[in-house]
C-alpha cells in the first residue's frame, strides 16, 4: 500500500459549472478508484478558486456582493460530487480561514525570492494571467479566450521565477516532474527555453475591489489570484495550520502526487507552482496529467453562442455511468473530444444498452431458464487467457481511458460472439451448458471489476446479480442495467 494524493484543478465560481468541468473531476474520480482498488491509501481532492477578479465583475454585472455570488455557485461546483458519483474526500473552498492561512504562510517562506516593482502589463482577466505581445492572436487577442487584454500599470509585487528556471527544466527533462501526455512537457519545455520572466504575485486592493487575500504586511495589496489559487493542494492537507500531519503524510511524504487539470493551466502548474514550493522548500508534485478540451458540435463551448452543456441536465437524461461512460470514452484522455447529442445517444445506446446491458441481461435470464443454482463456475483456459490479456493492457495503459475501455468492451464483444456461436439455450448436456455459462459469468464478474473505478454503480449492480461467493454463483435478478432510450 501506498500514499496517493489526487488533486483537480479548482475552478473559477464566476457561473455554474459545464461539461468541461465534469470530465475533469471525472477522470480525476477513475484514477482515485483504481489506486483505491489496488489498495492504495487514497486522498483526493476538488475545491472552488474564489478570489479571482472574474468572480468580482461576475458579481458586478448581477448587482449582488462577490461574497453572495460565490456562495451560491460554490454549492453548484459541490453538487457534481452527489450528480457525478464522485469519491473526493475534502473539498476546499479558497476563501475558507484554512486556506488564507495557508496561502499567507508560503508567502512568507518565500519571501527571499520577493520584491515590489512599478510595471505596465497586457491582463487578460478570464485567465488572470498577464501576457507578452507576441503571446497574444492577429489583433493583440487572448489565446485562449479571443479578448483583448487589459492594459494594467501598478506597482505589485514579483516573483523570482528566473531563480529556479534551469532547476525545473532539469526536473521536467528527467521525469522527476513527470508532464503527461509527452506533447504537453515538449509544450512546457519550449517556453522554459523561450525565456522566463519573473512574474506578478499581487495586484492592487483598490483594482481588486478589496475581494482577496491580503498580502502578509501589506494590506494596500492582495495576492494574485494563481499564487493563491494554486496553494490550496497544501493547504487542504493542513498546511499553516495547527496540525500539519496530513500534509507530511501526503505531500512531504514519499508516495505520490498527482495534478489533474486542464491543457490551459499546465503552465501555472509546471513552473509557477514548482517554483513556488522550491523557494518555500517544500516537496514539489510527481505528475502532472494534462488533459484537452470539449468542443460541442465541433465549436467550444461558449455561453455567447449559447452551447454550453450542462452535465446536471445530461447526468438525469443519460444516467450518471451513462453520461461517465461517454466523456471517459469519447473524450480522448490525452487530447480534445467533440460532445453532440447525436454521439453521445449513439454510445448510450450501442455500447451500453445494447452492448454490456443487453450482454448481462440475456446471460442472468439463460442461467435462470436453465435452472442453475449455487453452480460452482470455472472458466476453460481459452477464457482465462483471453481475460488475462485485457487485464494486463488494463494496467499498462490505464491512464489512457477511452482506449482502457475499448479493451473491456472487446471482451463484452467477446462475449456476445460466444453466445451467438454456442447458442447455450439449446445445449442438452448439462455439464457442456455449465461449461457455457461458466464462461460467461466469469468475464462478466471480470467485466464488472474492471468497471470500478469508471462506472462504478454499474460495476455494483453486474456483482449483486451474480451474487458470486468463492467461484459460486447464485444469480439474482436485477432491473435493466441501461434501458434503451426511446
Same mark, same amino acid.
Given at each position: ?121 497586457? /491582463?487578460?482577466?478570464?485567465? !488572470?494571467?498577464?501576457?507578452? *505581445?507576441?503571446?497574444?492572436? $492577429? &489583433? ?5 479566450? #479571443? ?91 493542513? /498546511?499553516?495550520?495547527?496540525? !500539519?500531519?496530513?500534509?507530511? *503524510?501526503?505531500?512531504?511524504? $514519499? &508516495? ?5 487539470? #486542464? ?107 436453465? &435452472? ?115
Amino acid at each position: 500500500m501506498k500514499k496517493v494524493y489526487i488533486t483537480t484543478a479548482i475552478d473559477y465560481v464566476n457561473a455554474a459549472p459545464h461539461l468541461g468541468h465534469a470530465l475533469e473531476k471525472i477522470q480525476a474520480d477513475v484514477l482515485a478508484r483504481h489506486h483505491r482498488a489496488m489498495g492504495d491509501e487514497v486522498f483526493f481532492l476538488s475545491g472552488t478558486d474564489e478570489n479571482s477578479l472574474k468572480n468580482v465583475r461576475s458579481a458586478e454585472k448581477l448587482g449582488m456582493p462577490v461574497s453572495e455570488l460565490v456562495d451560491k455557485n460554490y454549492q453548484k461546483f459541490y453538487a457534481m460530487k452527489d450528480a457525478l458519483n464522485l469519491s473526493f474526500d475534502d473539498f476546499i473552498r479558497t476563501t475558507e480561514k484554512r486556506h488564507i492561512v495557508g496561502a499567507q504562510k508560503l508567502w512568507a517562506s518565500c519571501a527571499k525570492d520577493i520584491y515590489k516593482k512599478k510595471y505596465s502589463g497586457l /491582463y487578460c482577466v478570464g485567465c !488572470e494571467e498577464f501576457y507578452k *505581445e507576441d503571446e497574444l492572436t $492577429d &489583433g493583440g487577442f487572448c489565446p485562449e479566450h #479571443g479578448t483583448a487584454p487589459e492594459l494594467v500599470e501598478e506597482e505589485n509585487y514579483f516573483f523570482r521565477l528566473t531563480n529556479y528556471a534551469n532547476k525545473i527544466k532539469k526536473l521536467i527533462e528527467i521525469d522527476e516532474l513527470k508532464i503527461i501526455p509527452e506533447a504537453r512537457k515538449k509544450e512546457i519545455l519550449n517556453f522554459i527555453n523561450s525565456g522566463l520572466q519573473d512574474f506578478c504575485i499581487s495586484r492592487s486592493a483598490e483594482r481588486a475591489k478589496g475581494w482577496g487575500i491580503d498580502v502578509p504586511g501589506d494590506p494596500t495589496q492582495k495576492i494574485w489570484v494563481w499564487f493563491d489559487a494554486l496553494i490550496n493542494y497544501i493547504t487542504a492537507l493542513g /498546511y499553516g495550520s495547527s496540525d !500539519e500531519s496530513k500534509f507530511n *503524510e501526503f505531500w512531504q511524504g $514519499d &508516495g505520490a502526487r498527482l495534478h489533474v487539470i #486542464g491543457k490551459g493551466i499546465t503552465r501555472f502548474h509546471a513552473i509557477y507552482w514548482p517554483a513556488m514550493l522550491l523557494s518555500a522548500g517544500l516537496n514539489l508534485p510527481k505528475a502532472i496529467f494534462s488533459h484537452g478540451y470539449i468542443t460541442v458540435n465541433g465549436q467550444k463551448m461558449s455561453k455567447s453562442i449559447g452551447n454550453v452543456i450542462d452535465p446536471f441536465e445530461l447526468a438525469e437524461k443519460y444516467g450518471v455511468d451513462g453520461t461517465r461512460y461517454f466523456l471517459l470514452r469519447e473524450v480522448p484522455a490525452m487530447g480534445d473530444g467533440d460532445f453532440s447529442y447525436e454521439k453521445m445517444e449513439k454510445r448510450y445506446n450501442s455500447d451500453l444498452a445494447s452492448g454490456l446491458g443487453n450482454l448481462f441481461s440475456r446471460t442472468i435470464a439463460m442461467v435462470g431458464q436453465a &435452472g442453475f443454482k449455487d453452480f460452482k463456475a470455472a472458466p476453460n483456459e481459452y477464457t482465462e487467457k483471453e481475460v488475462n490479456d485485457v487485464c494486463k493492457k488494463y494496467t499498462d495503459n490505464f491512464i489512457n481511458f477511452n482506449e482502457t475501455l475499448s479493451e473491456i468492451w472487446s471482451l463484452v464483444a467477446s462475449c456476445d460472439k460466444y453466445i451467438d456461436e454456442q447458442k447455450p439455450w439449446a445445449i442438452a448436456d448439462k455439464a457442456k451448458q455449465e461449461e457455457v455459462f461458466g464462461n460467461l459469468l466469469y468475464s462478466l464478474k471480470n467485466i464488472a471489476e474492471l468497471l470500478v473505478p469508471f462506472l462504478p454503480e454499474t460495476s455494483e449492480k453486474i456483482l449483486k446479480g451474480l451474487n458470486e461467493r468463492n467461484g459460486t454463483y447464485n444469480i439474482v435478478k436485477t432491473e435493466p442495467l441501461f434501458p434503451r432510450l426511446k
